[in-house]
């Protein structure tokens, strides 16, 4: 199985605060990863690492074989082109209306009005929205605020899409079909997935693997089934939603 990223021995510190200790990660091409670990652990900063929006302190990240931190400005460029990402907070432009913000990334890439228009109609009805084209994102609700990032992301067919909390305050409903897409995605263009979650039943859904972070290292890695029959007494805290166990809340 081809290693679509590597992520190896990934230190990160913040003043007065270790994040990140020693992270090792692979994630094959074509399967969905999900990334478990409480509020607070770091896996939010390990997803800005794999774009860039921060530099490790220490440690290696692959893509496609190419270091991230030593490639040049075009290699870079290069690597980030195949990357789609949906941010927690979801991070559409306010100004403009729900088919400009989907629209934006095609039109960066001078693809010609008529293909955009037709992408654009395609991932909005794939994310199952239809004629809230002309919508500002203060105008519609946070759930399909959601997935018109979803949209925007997809719009550019990456190779690589990395999910922060794709499913957090989302209704039942919507984060059923948010997990589908993620499915959808991989089965039918092989994408390559990250998808940081708190949400076990999404991540019981969609994960072919789960990797737990704790204490700035990932303290388990394996499939779900792995996860569930894990004896550990902090991982069962955690994927049962104990407040009682070996952490306290
Ligand atoms: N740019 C930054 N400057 C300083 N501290 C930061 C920065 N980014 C993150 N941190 C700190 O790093 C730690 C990990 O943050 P991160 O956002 O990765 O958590 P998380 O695991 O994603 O949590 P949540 O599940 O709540 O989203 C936190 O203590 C946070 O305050
Ligand atoms: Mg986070």
């Known amino acids: 199985m081809k290693e ?14 270790q994040v990140l200790s020693g992270v090792d990660l692979s994630v094959y091409e074509g399967e969905v990863l999900c990334v478990i670990g409480r509020s607070g652990s770091g896996k939010s900063v390990i997803l800005k690492h794999l774009i860039g929006i921060l530099a490790p302190d220490s440690g290696l990240i692959h893509i496609d074989g190419i270091e991230f931190t030593g490639a040049s400005e075009l290699e870079r460029h290069a690597l980030l082109s195949k990357i789609g990402v949906l941010f927690q907070g979801g991070a559409l432009f306010d100004s403009m209306n729900v088919f400009d913000n989907v629209a934006f990334g095609l039109r960066r890439r001078n693809a010609p009005e008529e293909d955009v228009a037709r992408t654009v109609t395609e991932t909005l009805s794939l994310v199952g929205l239809r004629g809230i084209d002309e919508h500002r994102p203060s105008e519609i609700s946070g759930g399909m605020q959601k997935r018109v990032a979803l949209a925007r992301a997809v719009a550019l067919k990456p190779e690589i899409m990395l999910y922060d909390e ?34 076990m039943k999404s991540a019981w859904r969609i994960a072919d693997r789960v990797a737990m972070l704790l204490d700035g290292r990932m303290a388990f890695i394996g499939t779900v089934e792995e996860l569930g029959a894990s004896d550990d007494p902090f991982i069962r805290q955690f994927i049962e939603g104990r407040a009682d166990g070996p952490r306290v809340a």
């Open 166 to 199: 794709p499913t957090t305050g989302a209704d039942p409903i919507t984060a059923g079909a948010v997990d589908r897409l993620i499915l959808k995605m991989r089965d039918s263009l092989g994408v390559t997935s990250v998808v940081v979650t708190h949400d």
């Open 4 to 17: 679509k990223i590597r992520i190896e021995n990934l230190y990160k510190s913040f003043p007065g605060k």
